[in-house]
Structure formats: structure tokens, C-alpha cells
């Protein structure tokens, strides 16, 4: 089993910054992208950023330029440093991992719990 642990969410100020850390244990496969998506109330989730194995990434528009995705794959963990906030930033972000055990595998997918990110003065 996997399970991922968020953090460094919190309240911050418009133009401020954040970055957020997720941690994966459990059983991580060579093949894996792990990936920060958002959810404000009222809308759907969706993607912020992701970065595979191989360290190729992934941006939505709205956060290009303000956001950087990184990961550390001897600690299994992925980070989200977020600069420029915008109050339409505001969501729970949730950490998500796809992995599959070779190039051709069954794909899985696993979540964290999530953490808010608020931006407001």
C-alpha cells in the first residue's frame, strides 16, 4: 500500500509564498509521476503541476511561471514552491501518484489528504 502525506499549507497574503511537501511511503514503482491538483468549493479538481521519474513536467497555464514542481527521489517526496499568489489560488491541494511496475504495467493511483491553501489579506 502507499500513502502520501501532505504539508505547508496555510494562510498567506496576496504576492506572497508557500511551498508544500508530499511525502510517499509504502511500495513506490521505478515508472511514477507524481503531481499536485487543486480543488476550490464549487469547482472541479484539477491539475497544478506534475513531474515524472525522468524529472519531465507538466503546468497548468494559470500557474506557469509562478509555481515550480521538484521532487526528491531518494526521499520519495515532491514539492510545490508556489510564489505570486493570487486569491484565485485559493483550493485544497491534494498530492497524487501514478505508477505502474514496468513501461506496459497496470497503472495505479493514489492520493493524499489534502491541504488548504488560502490566499487573502
Known amino acids: 500500500q502507499v500513502q502520501l502525506v501532505e504539508s505547508g499549507g496555510g494562510l498567506v497574503q496576496p504576492g506572497g509564498s508557500l511551498r508544500l511537501s508530499c511525502v510517499a511511503s509504502?511500495?513506490?514503482?521505478?515508472?511514477?509521476?507524481m503531481g499536485w491538483y487543486r480543488q476550490a468549493p464549487g469547482n472541479e479538481r484539477e491539475l497544478v503541476a506534475a513531474i515524472a521519474s525522468g524529472s519531465s513536467t507538466n503546468y497548468a497555464d494559470s500557474v506557469k511561471g509562478r509555481f515550480t514542481i521538484s521532487r526528491d527521489n531518494a526521499k520519495n517526496t515532491v514539492y510545490l514552491q508556489m510564489s505570486s499568489l493570487k486569491p484565485e489560488d485559493t483550493a485544497v491541494y491534494y498530492c497524487?501518484?501514478?505508477?505502474?511496475?514496468?513501461?506496459?504495467?497496470?497503472?495505479?493511483?493514489?492520493w493524499g489528504q489534502g491541504t488548504q491553501v488560502t490566499v487573502s489579506s
Open positions: 509504502g511500495s513506490i514503482f521505478m515508472f511514477n509521476t
Open positions: 497524487n501518484l501514478k505508477q505502474r511496475r514496468s513501461i506496459i504495467g497496470v497503472p495505479y493511483e493514489y
